[in-house]
């Protein structure tokens, strides 16, 4: 059972509480067609358990088989770097198959970023060592594709579908509060 080596910090993109009773970390590429379906799951994971989830974002880009991951990780970082990271996270899923740079620039318009501080930071890589880290972090934790999962710092193995995933996070929850 592969666990999370590098625990989830404060500079990570952390939505909800970290203290919530299932704590979900995603390695994900915002190219994968995988990562798309899975976006719409933890957005319904999201809405089921509200305040008693944690959704933990980390890059993990598959660049020999999804040329334009890297560059959309830049520009979900340039948008965090604004204060815009979810909403450009989420932009970035719902339009997979638009990632070229001028697509890039159009949603940091629709978030109205400063678009020559963003422009500048996805052009010159700012945002390279981020990236890497995060990538090296999921390698250590045993990821070697996209989406991982990882729930209260284990790797989720099972089928990541909606009804699979629902019940085990219900089960968690319940285990959770029962401990309590």
């Excluded at 592969?2 to 625990?7: C, F, I, K, N, S």
């Excluded at 830049?74 to 899923?93: C, N, P, R, T, V």
């Excluded at 219900?170 to 959770?176: C, D, F, Q, V």
């Amino acid at each position: 059972m592969a666990e999370l080596t590098v625990p989830v910090i404060k500079t990570d993109h952390i939505l909800g509480d970290l203290e919530a009773p299932v704590v979900i970390v995603e390695y994900g590429d915002y190219q994968c067609p995988y990562c798309g379906q899975a976006y719409a799951i933890v957005k319904s994971l999201e809405r089921e358990f509200g305040s008693d989830l944690c959704v933990v974002f980390r890059n993990f880009p598959l660049t020999q088989v999804h040329p334009l991951a890297a560059m959309a990780a830049q520009a979900a970082e340039a948008a965090g770097q604004q204060g815009k990271f979810w909403e450009m996270h989420d932009l970035l899923y719902e339009h997979q198959e638009a990632l070229e740079f001028e697509d890039l620039l159009s949603y940091a318009q629709e978030l109205e970023l400063d678009i020559e501080c963003f422009s500048r930071d996805v052009e010159k890589g700012a945002f390279r060592e981020r990236i890497s880290q995060d990538i090296r972090s999921g390698i250590r934790s045993g990821v070697n594709g996209t989406p991982t999962f990882f729930l209260n710092g284990v790797r989720y193995d099972d089928s990541w579908d909606l009804e699979t995933i629902t019940a085990t996070i219900r089960k968690y929850i319940s285990e959770i509060k029962q401990s309590a």
